[in-house]
C-alpha cells in the first residue's frame, strides 16, 4: 500500500519502511507523528482512492529518526562594472522520518502508543513544586580588601603630561 501525502509545500508519494527527508516537522528524534494531509491512497491490483482535495480519515503514521540541515545552498548576486558583488548562504531546516503505516482509516499502528513522548499537561506543570532560589551572597568586610584591589587594577595607569615647550623670541 502507498500514499501520496503533502508537508512542507511537497508532494512525496510514500510506502510502509521507507525513509523520507521532508521539510521541518516539530518532534523529538524517537517520537511517532501523524501525517493526516493524504492526497491519495493505493494498492497493487485495486484503483487508487484520491481524495478531493483530501482522502478522509486516512493518515500515515511515521517515525522522526532525525532533525538536521540540508546542504548549504550559496547565493551570489553581481552587477558587472558596479564593483557590487553580494555572496549569502542557506541551510534549510530537515526532518528524516522512517514510515511506520499507511492507513486508510486513521488508525494508529500498535508500536506507536509506546514510542510517543508523554506530554505534560499544563495543570500538572504548575502542581509540580518549584526549586527555591539560593540566596544571593552579600558583601562582607572580609570581601572589601579584594574588591578594593580589583578596583584600583582595573583603573588606567595615570598619564604624565609631557614639559610644554617653551616659545623662544627672535
Do not use: N, W
Not at 512542507?8 to 510506502?15: E, H, L, P
Not at 521539510?23 to 484520491?50: F, N, Q, R
Not at 562582607?140 to 617653551?166: M, V
Request: glycine content about 8%; proline content about 6%; charged content about 40%.
Amino acid at each position: 500500500m502507498f500514499a501520496v501525502i503533502k508537508t512542507g509545500g511537497k508532494q512525496y508519494k510514500v510506502a510502509k519502511d521507507d525513509k523520507v527527508i521532508v521539510e521541518k516537522l516539530m518532534g523529538e528524534p524517537g517520537a511517532v507523528i501523524e501525517l493526516s494531509d493524504v492526497l491519495m491512497i493505493g494498492e497493487e491490483g485495486k484503483a487508487p482512492t484520491v481524495g478531493a482535495p483530501l482522502v478522509e480519515k486516512a493518515a500515515v503514521f511515521a517515525e522522526v529518526i532525525e532533525q538536521g540541515k540540508a546542504d548549504k545552498v550559496l547565493i551570489f548576486k553581481k552587477k558587472r562594472r558596479q564593483g557590487y558583488r553580494r555572496t549569502k548562504g542557506h541551510r534549510q531546516e530537515q526532518t528524516t522520518l522512517k514510515i511506520l503505516e499507511v492507513s486508510p482509516t486513521g488508525t494508529k499502528p500498535k508500536g506507536a502508543a509506546k514510542k510517543a513522548a508523554p506530554v505534560k499537561d499544563e495543570a500538572e506543570a504548575k502542581a509540580a513544586p518549584k526549586k527555591k532560589a539560593a540566596p544571593k551572597k552579600t558583601a562582607k568586610s572580609d570581601d572589601a580588601p579584594a574588591k578594593e584591589a580589583k578596583a584600583e587594577a582595573k583603573k588606567p595607569a595615570a598619564k604624565k603630561k609631557a614639559p610644554a615647550k617653551k616659545k623662544t623670541e627672535e
